[in-house]
């Protein structure tokens, strides 16, 4: 099946610094998602972005869908937005494969 | 328009009972899909409900099973419970027509602990 590796695992930030996540799966896909998971566990949709860039907020994402990978740019980190980021793909008409996810803390 | 609701959200059980699960989905969304989460395993899929029929089933045993509902709602049950069934279950729904552009939305989700 398809693989998805994100890096980095883990990352910790400066209040107000910026942070690029990556994400490389390993086929062809139709859908890709960016999730937030916050420390109580919930996981919030960022982001829909097979292909293309798109922006909302400090966060913004691009996906090279020739090349494989996709990028989640946070702009001046604030201490909410710690939590784990998840990328999940899906090649075709299959449930999404969710990555490990990367680990990110802001400190204050 | 309410989010995804999951209950209970704690759960404690011993080894060889069994627990049911609950998922309301967001109205109008014919899919739901559970996934378990583990530190060791993380994020993986359980099984897909689309109007009321399972339509895609991941890699775990036949002691996990689920249903859905004619209004979406979904429940899924683990018969005889591990120790390593403790883990944290998520629910998400989505509209579930086009899997190229459907967008997933989780519940607050379920913490299984089994002892």
């Known amino acids: 099946g398809i693989q998805v590796e994100q890096s980095p695992p883990d990352l910790i930030l400066q209040e107000g610094a910026n942070s690029t996540l990556r994400c490389n799966f390993s086929d062809s896909v139709n859908n890709l998602q960016w999730f937030h998971q916050n420390p109580w566990g919930q996981l919030i949709n960022l982001f829909y972005i097979p292909s293309g860039t798109k922006q909302n907020g400090r966060l913004s994402a691009t996906t090279v869908a020739t090349e494989r990978y996709s990028l989640l740019y946070i702009s001046s980190s604030q201490t909410t937005d710690s939590g784990v980021y998840f990328c999940a793909v899906s090649p075709g008409n299959t449930p999404l494969v969710f990555g490990k996810g990367t680990r990110l803390s802001v400190i204050a | 328009k309410a989010g995804v609701t999951q209950t209970p959200r704690y759960l404690i059980k011993t080894r060889g009972q069994q627990v049911t699960l609950s998922c309301s989905p967001i109205s109008g969304h014919r899919s739901v899909s559970w996934y378990q989460q583990t530190p060791g395993q993380g994020l993986q899929f359980l099984f897909e409900?689309?109007?009321?029929?399972?339509?895609n089933k991941g890699n775990f045993p036949g002691r996990f099973s689920g249903r859905q509902f004619s209004n979406s709602r979904s429940e899924m049950n683990v018969s005889t419970l591990e120790l390593g069934d403790s883990a944290l279950y998520l629910c998400?729904?989505?509209?579930?027509?086009?899997?190229?552009?459907?967008?997933?939305?989780f519940g607050p989700g379920t913490r299984l602990t089994v002892l």
């Open positions: 409900y689309f109007s009321e029929t399972q339509r």
């Open positions: 998400a729904s989505s509209l579930g027509l086009d899997r190229s552009t459907d967008t997933q939305y």
